[in-house]
């Protein structure tokens, strides 16, 4: 397996004023093996509350993490990664970013493809980790058209169901409403063009969907390869590289079932480390691509190993 790293720079303006901008830098983590390629590309970043993860965690023990991980108790900015696989036959992706409708700091992920010469015309499939907004919301353009418009749609069928189920707006935390909203609608749109997947089902060919739920209730992780040149691209099971490593039994607000994430989490790490399986979060720093190795009573994660 080689591992390559790429900073693409584009500009955010043209002419003149464009000196007065700058460059938006996207790091391109990639993964190659036989016929298979891998790119993570960067959507941009997210901009929330820490207390959206750290909140209502061990104070004392979180002391520790943030001290060792610089974090900040004000504000947490995750990098989000999007997944681009090619084998020759298909260009696959996993998620689609928030595209412009969920925050400013993210939805770039038009940018990065056009960066690495992918046109939108070229993706054969599009598979959803999960149905929050920054996985999601940029499947459709400014005219609810699909900006894939020739891939096919797969997602997890516990989760379309849930996110499309008329009871969801109103039993959901009143937080996330808008992510429900946003949701249905979303799906609604794509309902004719979209595959909806089973644990354990084969997607394209050497990539398994494996239900991880707890984040949202019917979370798809994606299986790449077999053995030791596996590699598993987790989305939101595992949510960053710092409590949810060094604590992942650690209940999070980010959850929407925290204490089944947390039997996820626990699980998924212990198999990676177990059987060296790479992982791509699309959470994680540096490009998302990585290891995770035993440290202790949890885990690390190492970039690029």
């Given at each position: ?50 207390d959206f993860i750290l909140g209502g ?45 969920f925050q400013p700091s993210a939805g ?198």
């Amino acid at each position: 397996m080689l591992l390559r790293r790429r900073f693409l720079a584009g500009m955010g303006a043209v002419g003149a004023t464009a000196l007065l901008w700058p460059q938006r830098v996207w790091a391109s983590a990639q993964i190659a093996f036989g016929d298979v390629r891998i790119d993570t590309l960067s959507d941009g970043n997210l901009m929330l509350p820490a207390d959206f993860i750290l909140g209502g965690m061990p104070e004392e023990e979180l002391k520790v993490v943030i001290e060792a991980f610089g974090l900040s108790r004000d504000q947490l900015t995750p990098p989000c990664n999007v997944t681009l696989l090619r084998d020759g036959t298909n260009t696959a992706l996993f998620d689609v970013g928030a595209g412009p409708d969920f925050q400013p700091s993210a939805g770039k992920l038009a940018e990065a493809l056009n960066l690495l010469d992918v046109p939108a015309e070229d993706v054969t499939h599009v598979l959803f980790t999960h149905a929050h907004p920054d996985h999601l919301w940029g499947v459709l353009d400014e005219f609810d058209e699909p900006v894939f418009a020739n891939a096919s749609h797969m997602i997890g069928r516990a989760e379309f169901d849930y996110w499309t189920h008329p009871d969801t707006v109103a039993s959901i935390d009143p937080a996330r409403t808008t992510f429900a909203v946003g949701a249905a609608r979303r799906l609604s749109a794509m309902a004719d063009n979209l595959i909806l997947l089973e644990d354990g089902g084969d997607v394209l060919p050497g990539v398994v969907a494996h239900l991880t739920p707890g984040h949202t209730p019917g979370h798809m992780s994606f299986r790449v390869g077999e053995g030791q040149g596996a590699v598993m691209v987790v989305g939101d099971a595992i949510g960053n590289h710092h409590v949810a490593f060094v604590h992942p039994e650690w209940k999070s607000g980010s959850d929407q079932d925290a204490e089944m994430a947390a039997r996820t989490r626990m699980r998924l790490l212990d198999d990676m480390a177990r059987d060296k399986t790479a992982i791509i979060g699309f959470h994680l720093p540096d490009g998302g691509i990585g290891r995770v190795e035993k440290e202790g009573t949890g885990y690390r994660f190492v970039a690029g190993a």
